[in-house]
């Protein structure tokens, strides 16, 4: 009879440092399907999070974003959002925009903060970039984006 190489017993310590190890593992950028958006003559390269747990993650975990991508978040309809910067390593604005592409409010947020940045009307969409995307390109509340969510659906 074989006597088996390693014990359960002396086995026991790898399998704890794998099990504590796992979840860096799941703490990985996710990368979405992407579309393109304009902000007037500015391209937006956005990755969509529809799905509640694509929305839950986001950018958490991302460690830099090239200037002219972000991320557009769908929800099933439109209601007051909140977000919150939790594992997210990146300064980022955020913009809450109405069904038509017409953007509500802007909010700055801070890394790695757990402070509500909210929209101040039902929304359905709301869109994150870099820190100060929107205002170095004098994009504020009341300006329409375009692109396939905000073009009018067939009644």
Same mark, same amino acid.
Request: aromatic share 10%.
């Given at each position: 009879?074989?006597? &088996?190489? %390693?014990?359960?017993? !002396? ?7 794998? #099990?504590?190890? +796992? =979840?860096?593992?799941? @703490?990985?950028?996710?990368?979405? &399907?992407? %579309?393109?958006?304009? !902000? ?7 990755? #969509?999070?529809? +799905? =509640?747990?694509?929305? @839950? ?99």
């Amino acid at each position: 009879m074989m006597k &088996p190489l %390693l014990s359960w017993s !002396a086995a026991l310590p790898a399998v704890a440092l794998f #099990v504590w190890l +796992a =979840p860096a593992a799941a @703490q990985q950028p996710q990368q979405l &399907p992407t %579309l393109k958006l304009n !902000a007037g003559m500015h391209n937006i390269q956005a990755q #969509v999070a529809k +799905a =509640p747990d694509e929305r @839950q993650v986001g950018l958490m975990y991302r460690r830099d974003m090239p200037a002219n991508e972000g991320m557009l978040f769908i929800f099933e309809e439109p209601t007051q959002q909140c977000f919150w910067m939790r594992n997210t390593l990146l300064p980022l604005t955020i913009a809450f925009v109405a069904d038509d592409g017409t953007i509500v409010n802007l909010a700055d947020m801070k890394p790695l903060s757990e402070q509500s940045h909210c929209s101040t009307k039902p929304v359905r969409y709301a869109l994150e970039m870099n820190l100060g995307w929107f205002a170095k390109r004098g994009i504020g509340a009341g300006f329409k984006l375009g692109g396939a969510p905000f073009a009018k659906q067939p009644s």
